[in-house]
Protein backbone atom coordinates (compact mmCIF):
# COMPACT_ATOMS: atom_id res chain seq x y z
CA UNK A 1 0.00 0.00 0.00
CA UNK A 2 2.83 2.37 1.24
CA UNK A 3 4.90 1.58 -2.32
CA UNK A 4 1.39 2.05 -4.32
CA UNK A 5 0.91 5.54 -2.97
CA UNK A 6 4.67 6.60 -2.99
CA UNK A 7 4.27 5.38 -6.66
CA UNK A 8 1.52 7.56 -7.33
CA UNK A 9 3.25 10.32 -5.26
CA UNK A 10 5.94 10.51 -7.17
CA UNK A 11 4.09 10.36 -10.65
CA UNK A 12 1.94 12.82 -10.05
CA UNK A 13 4.74 15.17 -8.99
CA UNK A 14 6.70 14.45 -12.06
CA UNK A 15 3.62 14.84 -14.48
CA UNK A 16 4.52 17.75 -16.99
CA UNK A 17 1.91 18.35 -19.88
CA UNK A 18 3.34 19.12 -23.19
CA UNK A 19 3.50 22.37 -24.93
CA UNK A 20 2.04 23.14 -27.83
CA UNK A 21 0.97 26.29 -29.47
CA UNK A 22 -2.10 28.01 -28.25
CA UNK A 23 -2.68 30.46 -31.13
CA UNK A 24 -4.05 27.78 -33.74
CA UNK A 25 -6.82 26.55 -31.12
CA UNK A 26 -9.83 27.44 -28.91
CA UNK A 27 -9.50 26.40 -25.49
CA UNK A 28 -12.56 27.58 -24.01
CA UNK A 29 -14.00 23.99 -24.14
CA UNK A 30 -10.92 23.05 -21.98
CA UNK A 31 -11.70 23.58 -17.41
CA UNK A 32 -14.50 25.86 -17.40
CA UNK A 33 -13.97 26.37 -14.06
CA UNK A 34 -10.06 27.38 -14.63
CA UNK A 35 -8.17 29.30 -11.71
CA UNK A 36 -8.52 33.31 -12.55
CA UNK A 37 -5.07 34.17 -13.14
CA UNK A 38 -4.57 37.53 -11.05
CA UNK A 39 -5.31 35.14 -8.22
CA UNK A 40 -2.74 32.72 -9.20
CA UNK A 41 0.04 35.63 -9.83
CA UNK A 42 -1.02 37.48 -7.35
CA UNK A 43 1.97 38.64 -4.82
CA UNK A 44 1.37 37.80 -1.28
CA UNK A 45 3.17 39.82 1.55
CA UNK A 46 3.53 37.70 4.42
CA UNK A 47 5.09 40.10 6.52
CA UNK A 48 7.81 42.53 6.15
CA UNK A 49 10.53 40.16 5.29
CA UNK A 50 8.79 37.02 3.63
CA UNK A 51 6.47 37.23 0.10
CA UNK A 52 5.56 34.52 -1.90
CA UNK A 53 4.54 34.89 -5.49
CA UNK A 54 2.40 32.09 -8.04
CA UNK A 55 1.07 30.16 -5.45
CA UNK A 56 -0.79 26.92 -6.70
CA UNK A 57 -1.20 23.30 -6.55
CA UNK A 58 -2.81 20.88 -8.90
CA UNK A 59 -6.20 19.54 -9.48
CA UNK A 60 -7.28 16.01 -8.46
CA UNK A 61 -9.36 13.59 -10.41
CA UNK A 62 -11.83 11.68 -7.90
CA UNK A 63 -10.16 9.39 -5.71
CA UNK A 64 -6.83 10.82 -6.00
CA UNK A 65 -5.29 11.27 -2.59
CA UNK A 66 -2.12 13.38 -3.23
CA UNK A 67 -1.64 16.61 -4.92
CA UNK A 68 1.81 19.00 -4.76
CA UNK A 69 2.40 22.30 -4.44
CA UNK A 70 4.34 25.11 -5.72
CA UNK A 71 5.29 28.88 -5.38
CA UNK A 72 8.41 31.01 -5.10
CA UNK A 73 9.47 31.76 -1.08
CA UNK A 74 11.21 35.50 -1.19
CA UNK A 75 13.29 36.54 1.84
CA UNK A 76 14.04 40.00 2.24
CA UNK A 77 15.55 39.44 6.30
CA UNK A 78 19.22 39.82 6.48
CA UNK A 79 18.81 36.45 8.01
CA UNK A 80 17.86 33.16 6.40
CA UNK A 81 15.02 31.64 7.08
CA UNK A 82 14.12 27.62 7.61
CA UNK A 83 10.85 25.77 6.76
CA UNK A 84 10.60 23.02 8.79
CA UNK A 85 6.91 22.31 8.36
CA UNK A 86 3.59 22.68 6.57
CA UNK A 87 0.47 22.10 7.02
CA UNK A 88 -2.76 22.65 4.77
CA UNK A 89 -6.67 22.09 5.42
CA UNK A 90 -7.02 19.95 2.58
CA UNK A 91 -5.11 16.74 3.23
CA UNK A 92 -3.87 14.39 6.65
CA UNK A 93 -0.10 15.38 5.78
CA UNK A 94 1.50 18.35 3.98
CA UNK A 95 5.01 17.82 3.84
CA UNK A 96 8.33 19.88 2.19
CA UNK A 97 9.66 17.42 -0.53
CA UNK A 98 12.75 17.52 -3.18
CA UNK A 99 12.60 15.43 -6.16
CA UNK A 100 16.27 14.21 -7.33
CA UNK A 101 18.15 11.63 -9.77
CA UNK A 102 19.55 8.19 -7.98
CA UNK A 103 20.67 5.40 -10.19
CA UNK A 104 19.42 7.19 -13.16
CA UNK A 105 15.72 7.30 -11.73
CA UNK A 106 14.07 9.88 -10.02
CA UNK A 107 13.57 10.27 -6.63
CA UNK A 108 11.98 11.96 -4.16
CA UNK A 109 12.59 12.67 -0.29
CA UNK A 110 10.96 14.51 2.58
CA UNK A 111 13.54 17.38 3.97
CA UNK A 112 13.67 18.35 7.30
CA UNK A 113 14.09 21.92 6.44
CA UNK A 114 14.08 24.13 3.79
CA UNK A 115 16.16 27.04 3.97
CA UNK A 116 15.14 30.33 2.42
CA UNK A 117 18.79 32.51 2.38
CA UNK A 118 18.79 36.06 3.21
CA UNK A 119 17.89 38.27 0.51
CA UNK A 120 17.07 35.62 -1.49
CA UNK A 121 14.44 32.99 -2.67
CA UNK A 122 13.75 29.53 -3.49
CA UNK A 123 11.71 28.21 -6.24
CA UNK A 124 9.26 25.09 -5.16
CA UNK A 125 8.72 23.60 -8.64
CA UNK A 126 8.04 20.17 -10.65
CA UNK A 127 11.01 18.13 -10.48
CA UNK A 128 12.18 20.01 -7.45
CA UNK A 129 11.50 20.74 -4.20
CA UNK A 130 7.82 21.16 -3.50
CA UNK A 131 4.93 20.54 -1.14
CA UNK A 132 3.36 17.11 -0.99
CA UNK A 133 -0.20 16.97 0.18
CA UNK A 134 -0.43 13.55 1.44
CA UNK A 135 -4.09 11.91 2.30
CA UNK A 136 -6.15 14.69 0.34
CA UNK A 137 -9.59 14.92 1.94
CA UNK A 138 -11.46 16.59 -1.36
CA UNK A 139 -11.59 16.47 -5.31
CA UNK A 140 -8.98 19.72 -5.36
CA UNK A 141 -10.93 21.71 -8.40
CA UNK A 142 -9.47 24.51 -10.25
CA UNK A 143 -9.99 27.78 -8.70
CA UNK A 144 -10.25 26.13 -5.51
CA UNK A 145 -8.22 28.36 -2.72
CA UNK A 146 -6.10 26.41 -0.12
CA UNK A 147 -5.12 27.70 3.35
CA UNK A 148 -1.50 26.74 3.50
CA UNK A 149 0.79 27.19 6.68
CA UNK A 150 4.50 26.95 6.39
CA UNK A 151 6.61 27.03 10.15
CA UNK A 152 9.94 28.06 10.29
CA UNK A 153 12.49 26.60 12.85
CA UNK A 154 11.63 29.72 15.48
CA UNK A 155 7.82 28.57 15.31
CA UNK A 156 6.70 31.24 13.68
CA UNK A 157 3.80 30.47 10.89
CA UNK A 158 3.19 32.01 7.78
CA UNK A 159 0.00 31.03 6.12
CA UNK A 160 -0.14 31.26 2.21
CA UNK A 161 -3.44 30.96 0.10
CA UNK A 162 -2.48 28.22 -2.94
CA UNK A 163 -4.78 28.22 -5.59
CA UNK A 164 -5.49 24.96 -7.51
CA UNK A 165 -4.92 24.87 -11.33
CA UNK A 166 -6.06 22.51 -14.12
CA UNK A 167 -3.43 19.73 -14.19
CA UNK A 168 -1.81 21.25 -17.72
CA UNK A 169 -1.14 24.74 -16.10
CA UNK A 170 0.89 24.34 -12.92
Given at each position: ??K????A ?78 K??I????E??R ?36 G ?35
Open positions: MKTILSALALATFQASAHDHSTHDHSAHDTATADSQTYHEVQTINDVLTIENARAKATIPGVKVSTGYMTIANDADKPIRLVEASSAKHTIHMFMRDSKMAMRKVDALEIPAKGSVELKPNDYHLMFMVTETLKPGQEIQTTLVDDTGRSFDVQVTVMPMTEY
